[in-house]
């Protein structure tokens, strides 16, 4: 069954909907749509669900067919066949923790745009090459963290990022007061433990905070 939906938003629209992107794991399908209205309801308007369970799929095209006001992405695309079955499944954009020409070209043939990572410079000079000017900072933490991102102003001052990867609701701020950060990325949102207990009131409550994250940055450094 395929749940396609106009991918009608940009790379740089994704990195402007929410100051956090929740990364989500789904365990158990039946999860995936309780936890995209309870993002909704606490004012986050994306969800990434990655690609690293079996039920993934299923949940991208229950979370496309029932909760359609959401910003729909697909994680852990690391192929030109994930593209292809995300963007069937219901994918408005993708994800990947690195960036090649084959999964560029793939996300360009089916009209979705995709954030792809990098963890360098090198590796943002090539993505420039590509014409992608909004990436993925992955592994965040790991990678040079807040530093790194702040010595990128100067030198690629027309790249935005979404950092990922170790994040916490300590040090989200301060990527977010960064001028070359449009949003992070975490999965403390939606925690596996509230998942499993169906507590999404948990879940509509971290994402309120998430949201408040923005206002609290201040200006951009």
Not at 7 to 24: G, N, Q, W, Y
Not at 140 to 167: E, K, Y
């Amino acid at each position: 069954m395929s749940a396609t939906r106009s991918p009608a938003h940009s790379p740089v629209c994704v990195l402007d909907v929410s100051p956090v992107v929740p990364v989500v794991v789904v365990e158990d399908v039946a999860t995936a749509v309780p936890l995209a209205r309870a993002l909704l309801a606490g004012g986050i308007g994306v969800v990434e669900l990655t690609l690293r369970t079996p039920v993934a799929l299923d949940a991208v095209r229950a979370v496309a067919l029932e909760v359609p006001e959401i910003l729909l992405g697909v994680g852990t695309c690391t192929s030109a066949d994930d593209v292809a079955r995300a963007v069937d499944a219901g994918a408005q954009f993708l994800v990947s923790p690195g960036t090649t020409r084959s999964l560029v070209e793939a996300a360009r043939d089916r009209d979705v745009p995709l954030l792809p990572g990098v963890a360098t410079v090198s590796e943002a000079l090539a993505a420039l090459e590509l014409g992608i000017h909004e990436l993925k900072f992955f592994p965040a933490q790991q990678s040079g963290g807040v530093p790194f991102l702040a010595a990128l102003r100067t030198v690629l001052p027309q790249v935005r990022f979404c950092p990922t990867g170790g994040i916490s609701p300590a040090t989200a701020g301060e990527y977010l007061a960064l001028s070359n950060v449009g949003c992070v990325g975490g999965s403390w949102l939606t925690p596996a433990d509230a998942l499993a207990a169906g507590d999404f009131a948990r879940v509509e409550e971290l994402a309120r905070a998430a949201v408040a994250l923005r206002g609290a940055t201040g200006a951009h450094g």
